[in-house]
């Protein structure tokens, strides 16, 4: 099954092999090409001496200064991929001296192109982890060839890491890995601050290879996305690398043991396009989504094949090169595919999608490994249709063959913090209903959300979307001022199976004190088969005149999606023949269609279909819908529902799946059950963080 969407943009590229890549056509030499391609293509923004890369667009809010040394920093991952999978041979000439007079100059406090401190810019602690690991994949070539005055003032730039006060979450590991790496070289390091770094890890450490990302919250954590792989994943065997003989061994046997569980889920989170899931913060990191699967390799892990480990990683990398990322000139812009502005975060500087160079680890294999030359193995979408429950985050996974889509009901993951209370709207890419390889959530522009004591300091994205809030892949109560309500903080109550559930406190982040105690609960359930999700939707508690509304996929292309709507079901479909549908179930509910520009990741227009209730919704009550999102969609499964609880789905190929929903009795005894498990499962050892 060939997944390209036309030649790949990027000129000069190596003719494709499909013998050997009979999936994607690329081999390693498309590898090299590109990572060449993109080293040249910083180089006219370059200060004289190196130091800085100043590429185009709007400065994150770090500053100017600090989005210089990061567009450095990554590039130089990049550029020491290259270097060392080369043996120093690289195929640009005069990488390593580049990059070594940028260290000259960096670290040179007279120079007018230094490094910001990291006492004085926060950011370059996530820079100095990268320079790290670039030094020590480098080290035959860069490091061992500096002078030794040059040498001294990387450790003292470096060495401003040591004690650092860093972030509780994967920042942990940019400090142990510069502080492994500058004991290598004889610098200063911290015990405390590795010890610090281990215990932390192990606190959000989920089971079946997950970790939640930071923050102090007990079980089951919630902080979950691509930073699962590309930095939780990647950092901690990445340190035992650097580290050496000074790691204890039994480190890097259970990170390779948590890797290899990780891969065996997220196999099933790629689409036959080669497409990541699009969940998750920090999205313009695009292919970086590949580094857990070259990892595999790298250190071990064993859980994917050779073959089936370059079938992903290729299928990444093609997938964004053959859809203008990088863009003809080899940048990398702040977007997806194109440059989209609503997909920046405050952090995202114009050199911030060059983490991104995390995807070319796999270079460091030689050529000749099995990586390389075993031939490419189908993924798990392209063998067949499944369904499977990812424990760990509380998601379930549907993909089907047919067309290679990968869809997730997510009952588990809203990145809220411990304390959080009702009253706080969220980041889109956590806390919708669903996310898939083939769709991305509505964005709005940043709006003001009250802060827990009702003043207004933060920003949220959706509050700028029509209507004060979200529409796709959501569920929601409506006020009787048109204003949907939020989600987080969310409650598991189920992930087995094809079936998961929720439920949530509505509130209105628009409405400071509208998180009160007796606000409604929303208690929903999915089951997934096919392109489809069964949704159902149950309002406990007193509504308060609002109206209940249940959204489909942001379905977006180029050109707008032709729409078909009908009283209780609507359609969408692009110029490319992908489909989303709406359609009732159970309850009343009316359809709808709402047009948009310039809000997705996926195309400049954008249609959502979505279910209503024509009237405000009853206590009690319960709604079912069906939501698809495919090509060539098979026709809507048909409910029966038993009493408050129960949904029984049939399914037009004759298979039954049940849905149960926990009623307000019921969970009050859950309730009580999971809090005794969450106590029971807690470390008593882990320290806090900084």
């Known amino acids: 099954m060939r997944t390209t969407v036309g030649p790949t943009l990027l000129p000069g590229m190596p003719a494709e092999d499909t013998t050997l890549s009979p999936h994607t056509g690329w081999t390693r030499a498309h590898w090299e090409h590109l990572a060449d391609r993109m080293l040249e293509a910083v ?13 185009p667009g709007p400065a994150s809010a770090s500053g100017r200064h600090s989005d210089g040394l990061e567009g450095y920093a990554r590039t130089f991952l990049l550029a020491a991929f290259r270097i060392a999978g080369a043996r120093g041979a690289d195929g640009t000439g005069a990488l390593a001296e580049r990059y070594a007079e940028g260290l000259t100059a960096g670290t040179d406090p007279a120079s007018p ?59 942990v590991w940019f400090r142990a890995v510069v502080e492994a790496f500058l004991r290598s070289v004889g610098g200063p390091w911290r015990s405390d601050d590795l010890a610090h770094t281990i215990a932390r890890t192990e606190a959000w450490y989920a089971g079946d290879g997950w970790y939640s990302d930071g923050a102090d919250t007990p079980a089951p954590y919630r902080n979950f996305d691509h930073y699962s792989g590309w930095a939780m994943q990647l950092y901690p065997l990445w340190y035992c690398r650097i580290a050496g003989e000074h790691a204890d061994p039994r480190l890097a046997e259970r990170y390779r043991a948590r890797l290899h569980d990780y891969l065996i889920d997220l196999q099933h989170l790629v689409g036959a396009d080669g497409a990541p899931l699009h969940q998750g913060r920090s999205l313009t990191y695009r292919h970086a989504a590949a580094a857990p699967f070259w990892a595999d390799q790298l250190f071990d892990a064993q859980a994917l094949s050779p073959g089936l480990t370059r079938r992903a990683a290729s299928g990444m990398l093609r ?20 440059p989209h502005p609503p997909i920046r975060q405050s952090y995202s500087g114009p050199a911030s999608p060059y983490w991104a160079s995390k995807a070319f680890a796999g270079l460091l294999l030689p050529a000749d490994h099995l990586a390389w030359t075993a031939v490419e193995e189908p993924l798990p979408v392209e063998r067949g249709d499944f369904v499977r429950t990812l424990r760990a985050p509380g998601w379930t996974a549907a993909g089907t063959r047919a067309d290679g889509i990968v869809r997730i009901a997510n009952h588990g993951a809203d990145h809220a913090d411990q304390g959080e209370v009702s009253g706080h709207a969220y980041d889109p890419w956590y806390s919708r209903w669903a996310y898939s390889t083939a769709a991305g959530p509505e964005l709005g522009g940043p709006g003001p959300v009250p802060d827990r004591d009702g003043v207004i300091r933060a920003a949220a994205p959706d509050l700028a979307l029509p209507g004060g809030g979200p529409l796709d892949s959501y569920v929601a109560l409506v006020d009787p001022e048109g204003h949907p309500s939020h989600r987080r903080p969310l409650q598991r109550l189920l992930a087995s199976g094809p079936g998961a559930a929720s439920r949530h406190r509505a509130h209105w982040p628009q409405r400071p004190g509208s998180g009160a105690a007796d606000a409604p609960w929303l208690t929903t359930g999915s089951v997934l088969r096919g392109g489809w999700e069964v949704r159902a939707v149950r309002v406990d508690g007193d509504p308060a005149g609002a109206r209940l509304r249940i959204g489909g996929w942001a379905l977006a292309h180029q050109q707008p999606p032709a729409q078909r709507l009908a009283e209780d079901s609507a359609d969408a479909c692009t110029a490319d023949g992908l489909q989303s549908r709406a359609a009732a179930l159970y309850g009343p509910l009316r359809a709808g269609i709402r047009t948009s520009r310039g809000r997705t990741s ?27 999102l495919g090509r060539a969609l098979t026709p809507a499964p048909t409910v029966s529902v038993h009493g408050a609880a129960e949904v029984r789905v049939s399914w037009p190929d004759g298979h039954t799946d049940v849905l149960t929903l926990e009623t307000p009795d019921n969970l009050k005894t859950l309730e009580s059950r999971k809090t005794l498990e969450a106590e029971s499962t807690q470390p008593t050892t882990s320290p806090k963080g900084p």
């Open 43 to 55: 180089r006219p923004y370059a200060t004289p001496r190196q130091a800085l890369i100043h590429l």
């Open 113 to 171: 192109e230094h490094w910001p401190w990291m006492s004085e810019c926060n950011q370059a602690k996530v820079e100095a982890a990268s320079i790290a690991l670039a030094l020590h994949e480098t080290r035959p070539w860069i490091w061992d060839r500096l002078d030794d005055p040059v040498r001294a003032r990387v450790v003292a730039w470096l060495s401003e890491m040591v004690g650092a006060k860093v972030p509780d979450n994967n920042w």
């Open 319 to 338: 997938h964004f090169a053959d859809r203008g990322s990088p863009d003809r000139d080899g940048l990398l812009s702040l977007g997806w595919y194109r």
């Open 602 to 628: 996926y195309g400049e227009h954008a249609a959502v279909v979505y279910l209503e209730t024509p009237e405000p919704v009853r206590p009690g009550e319960l709604h079912v819908a069906a939501i698809a």
